[in-house]
């Protein structure tokens, strides 16, 4: 354990990091509790250089620059959503690591207007890209469901549905190469007449869903 004395001419004690050189790993933040009575304690292993840094939230999104990567930008930050724009927004080390989602594709009306006979089988389907517009077949996307009302809002019928190709996996969608989407065939048996949303999650963490009726 090592304290350092700064004195009391700072003004936000909490902001208050210290740090020490390993030849290593450089500047680590070694600080072990708050910063209080002028006085900032840290544990180490060593006794090479010590420097007392106020942390400073530049941007004032609510990340000192320490875990900011951009400390000048507030919509960088470790909670931001990755979006493409050739920065790495989430602070992870990865820039645009994210799959654009290309929508839910026929036979799902994507304004929730699909009406489908209960004890079919529907076949979902999504594509997925990355941020250059390539097609992304490598991803792992769950399939989950919950009933909205017993209400059917539907307003269009849609023809019965025969599934084609391979029984799916669990939860998991299975890639088409021929028509280069994600489908799982969803069966209703044992689901009642009314309105549902189905969601596609990709394993990038994000979260897509649309509603679709059936009676
Ligand atoms: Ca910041
Ligand atoms: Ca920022
Ligand atoms: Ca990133
Ligand atoms: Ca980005």
Request: hydrophobic letters at 35%.
């Amino acid at each position: 354990m090592v304290c350092i004395d700064y004195g009391d001419r700072v003004v936000d004690e909490s902001q208050l990091a210290l740090y020490h050189y390993e030849s290593v790993n450089g500047w680590i933040n070694i600080t072990s509790s708050t910063p209080e009575n002028n006085e900032i304690c840290g544990t180490v292993s060593s006794f090479s250089p010590f420097a007392v840094f106020e942390l400073v939230d530049a941007d004032g999104d609510g990340y000192t620059k320490d875990i900011d990567c951009d400390d000048y930008n507030a919509s960088v930050n470790p909670d931001a959503h990755e979006i493409c724009n050739g920065i790495d927004d989430n602070c992870d080390g990865q820039t645009d690591e994210i799959y654009v989602f290309g929508g839910f594709q026929q036979p799902i009306n994507v304004d929730g207007s699909s009406i489908f006979k209960a004890g079919k089988t529907i076949p979902v389907k999504i594509s997925l890209s990355d941020c250059s517009g390539a097609n992304i077949s490598a991803a792992t996307v769950k399939i989950a469901i919950n009933k909205v009302t017993d209400l059917v809002l539907g307003t269009e019928d849609e023809l019965d549905i025969e599934a084609s190709g391979n029984a799916n996996t669990g939860n998991i969608f299975r890639y088409d190469e021929t028509d280069q989407q994600f489908i799982f065939n969803l069966s209703t048996k044992g689901l009642t007449a009314g309105t549902y949303s189905v969601y596609a999650k990709p394993d990038d963490g994000s979260s897509y869903s649309v509603m679709y009726s059936l009676e």
